[in-house]
């Protein structure tokens, strides 16, 4: 079983930020593409960012494309959200994953991490 462990959450006032860090139990970490998704109550969870196994290759919806920065460090089995320019309605649970067999889709999910915006 492949855990995914998140941190970093909390509250920050409307243009501050927050980086959020997702450690993964698992030695094979760097064959996985990995993802940060959110949700907020009452509605679908969404893609926020992904990157490649390498970290050569990140990907972002537009509504955060440049205010949030994913990484990795596959020596420490971690992959990062570093998040600048927070407004409220960035304000959701974030939840990392990774795919572990590609073009399969997302399939292991840490238990999320509570990020609120005040404005």
């Known amino acids: 079983q492949v855990l995914l462990v998140e941190s970093g959450g909390g509250l920050v006032q409307t243009g501050g930020s927050l980086r959020l860090s997702c450690a993964v139990s698992?030695?094979?970490?760097?064959?996985?593409?990995m993802g940060w998704f959110r949700q907020v109550p009452g509605e679908e969870r969404d893609f926020v960012a992904g990157?490649?196994?390498?970290?050569?290759?990140?990907y972002y919806t537009d509504s955060v494309a440049g205010r949030f920065t994913i990484s990795r460090d596959n020596a420490k089995n971690t992959v990062y959200l570093q998040m600048n320019s927070l407004k409220p309605e960035d304000t959701a649970v974030y939840f990392c994953?990774?795919?572990?067999?590609?073009?399969?889709?997302?399939?292991?999910w840490g238990q999320g991490a509570q990020v609120t915006v005040s404005s």
């Open positions: 698992d030695h094979s970490f760097s064959a996985y593409d």
């Open positions: 994953a990774a795919e572990s067999h590609q073009g399969l889709g997302y399939d292991y």
């Open positions: 990157i490649s196994r390498s970290g050569g290759r990140t």
